[in-house]
């Protein structure tokens, strides 16, 4: 798809949806994961905790590289901030 300034984003729709297509028949349902980090090139990738900055705040699940997602209590509840 190239880069995230010159992405087309119907483009990637289309390739997303024809993908999708290709698995048949989608279930969608709850997922669980577990955190994790793996460390390669001097990059580290995974679902990485976050401990709290301050005294009474809270933990939160990055994803890595780029902290572009994150997840927080309660963790079932299906949010996560962006």
Not at 63 to 71: E, I, L
């Amino acid at each position: 798809m190239g880069t995230r300034a010159a992405l087309d984003m119907q483009r990637a729709r289309t390739a997303f949806e024809q993908r999708l297509s290709e698995l048949g028949t989608v279930e969608y349902g709850r997922i669980e994961v577990q955190p994790f980090a793996v460390d390669r090139h001097g990059t580290t990738f995974g679902l990485v905790p976050r401990p709290p900055e301050e005294v009474d705040g809270e933990w939160a699940v990055e994803v890595q590289p780029g902290n572009y997602m994150a997840f927080f209590e309660p963790w079932d509840s299906g949010d996560y901030d962006t």
